[in-house]
């Protein structure tokens, strides 16, 4: 009978875990906070001046009291006694863009509150304090037996953690806890959090400072972009928290940032402390194929034709620009970096290296409980692809069209009104209809023809064609036209055989049915097999660093400033400076052209105390500088520490030559790109004119 280890209960299976973190010696890995006395060592002999006790406690303050999930997908830092927050401006983009019309254009303008007073609330945005991390793998666990089928695991599993959430929670006051699961099932973790809603906006650079360069310089070196903006927490008088009222005052937290104007120089030590999204770094080379050979190539092509079509559009109204800017942007940033990830997938041989380790692992395998498991793994891959790529293109054409996602949304809303003034102030219905014709083409062109909908191939024998269709839809849809639904409004009856609503409400069926289905079974089997091949692996490498794949939850990252050698016969340093800003300014093409503002300064050389001498002895301001540590999606707004814990940049993207780095990471060229804090300090003194901001926050060297 096979063997099933019961977590990380095992003493065998937690020294393997231990000695893992002991031997990893490179920057790669993004360690858990409560666990990093076992790097401490290692981040010592590369710099490192502070305690782990620093960097986590659960009983005084420590750094990650000053670092917050902001939102569902970003990390922010607080660098005030008076809650005042960094991110970067893609992250607080929606936010902006909802405060933004023709007449009061904050993406095109920037924002700044000159006061309390005119800081500006934002619904449905919170910020989530760590309160603490806690191994709870014996409690998951607790009453299983190798006699429970996988079934019976899963309900164990949800019920011990909805106990344990409920406990940590029982207080209130704004309490949020998870559990989640660790390397496949093996090990659980509960994450406490304190959520906080009433986040104000406080500043915002314009456009062409917060996204200077656009999708051309994303995921790109050098990059000149000043990725940021400013928020305020509020709590109530208690300091706990509570929903937005005027009454409500600035946020007192346990620990905020100082911020270091040393900047820095290669071989800094630096870590980023943040929230990573997904990483898949011991996914097996099928899977590994499957993204580099059919998942990314058909999505990059698809989102090419949606961004050209918003693109055109954009550029031919201001109005039509600031209701897509932020859709626009949301599409292009993952586009861009599948381009990256699949080029160095490829470049890096991940498939085939992949494939040679995992054939030593199944030598290593025979006659133990993992014999047999890479096959297993491999033929489960194989069958679920077929599945795989029919979601992607589900998720990727029909779940796109606006309308009837707006429509599936209308009919199970409660305040309608309010959901469809906020659909219609961004929808721009010949965008949409293009988007359509386009999207329903390349399905019809690429999805096999035993794996359709009936509805989409009756639809096409309906109406002989796609355009026809398009017309006939968004020509007599109720959720195209804010006035015929608001005729319907009284009677949600005249809305069911709606074609927007039938189009949206059959393909997600379809998905729901016929594909979702075998993806959770085959996607249980898998994950289940991983469980084995993850423990099999820390007995097999030995001398291999394992650390929990990314899920959203505090990591610390560390490592130093270092260019890289992206191509033979190229060597990129690792900063910028305003010198490049103003090399690509063009006031021609929107993405490269700055406010008049900075080309005043620029002129006049008035940087005030923000400046350093570069490489040519030329005064200049510094932007950003790229770094070694292993971030990814939700590091995005992460602070980026030097070796005392002060503040020295903000994390906002990787260079593209690394965006593997969910799956493999490569020292010599995956590089995390970050904002230098003294330019955020310049914008702020020299182009916003908030030297209010400033003067709250504290700085290395001063007196607390």
Known sequence: MKRFLTGFIAAAAMTLLSAAFFNARADEGMWLPSLI???????????????????????????????????????GELISDEGLLLTNHHCGYGQIQKHSSVEHDYLKDGFWAMSRNEELPNEGLTVSFLERMEDVTDAVLKGYSDSMDESQRDSLVKANSAALTAEATSAGKGLRATVEALYYGNQYFLFLYREYSDVRLVGAPPSSIGKFGGDTDNWMWPRHTGDFSIFRIYAGKDNNPAEYSPDNVPYRPKKWFRISLDGVREGDFTFVYGFPGRTQEYIMSEGVRYISEVSD???????????????????????????????????????????????????MNTVASKKAYEHEFARWAEGTEYEGLTDRIDSLYRLMEPFSYAADYYSETAYQIEVSRFAMQYMKAKDKASLASGFFKDYFLPVDKEIFISMMKEFDRNMPEDSRPDYFRHSLERFGSIEVWADSLFG???????????????????????????????????????????????????????????????????????????????????????????????????????EGIMQKDNPEIFDYNIPQRLRDIYS?????????????????????????????????????????????????????EGTMSDIVFDPDLCRNISLDIRYVLFVIDRIAGAGHLIEEMDFAGESM
Not at 613 to 624: A, L, M, R
């Open 37 to 75: 006395s076992q790097r401490i060592g290692d981040m010592r002999e590369k710099g490192f001046r502070l305690s782990a006790e620093d960097i986590y406690s659960i009983n005084e303050a420590s750094l990650k009291d000053a670092v917050v999930l902001f939102g569902r997908g970003c990390t």
């Open 297 to 347: 190539p058909h999505k990059i092509a698809l989102r090419t034709l949606r961004l050209d079509i918003q693109k055109k559009y954009m550029a031919s109204s201001q109005k039509v620009r600031i209701q897509y800017s932020s859709k626009n942007a949301s599409t292009a940033n993952a586009w861009k970096k599948w381009q990256g990830e699949m080029r160095g997938i490829r470049k």
């Open 476 to 578: 007599t849809s109720a959720f195209a036209d804010s006035l015929r639904l608001a005729s319907c409004a009284d009677s949600t009856d005249l809305l069911q055989n709606d074609p927007a609503l039938e189009f949206g409400e059959t393909f997600s069926r379809w998905y729901s049915e016929d594909i979702k289905p075998e993806l959770t079974r085959l996607g249980r089997e898998i994950t289940l097999c991983y469980r084995d091949y993850m423990r099999g692996l820390m007995e097999f490498d030995r001398d291999r660093a394992f650390y929990p794949d990314a899920n959203l939850t505090l990591r610390v990252a560390y490592g130093s400033v270092q260019g890289y050698e992206p191509a033979d016969g190229v060597m990129y340093v690792p900063v910028s400076t305003l």
């Open 604 to 656: 006049s050389k008035d940087y005030g105390q923000w400046t350093v001498t570069d490489i040519n002895g030329n005064v200049t301001v510094p932007v950003c500088f790229i770094a070694t540590n292993h971030t990814s999606g939700g590091n995005s707004g992460s602070p980026v520490i030097n070796a005392d814990g002060n503040l020295i940049g903000i994390n906002f993207d990787r260079v593209w």
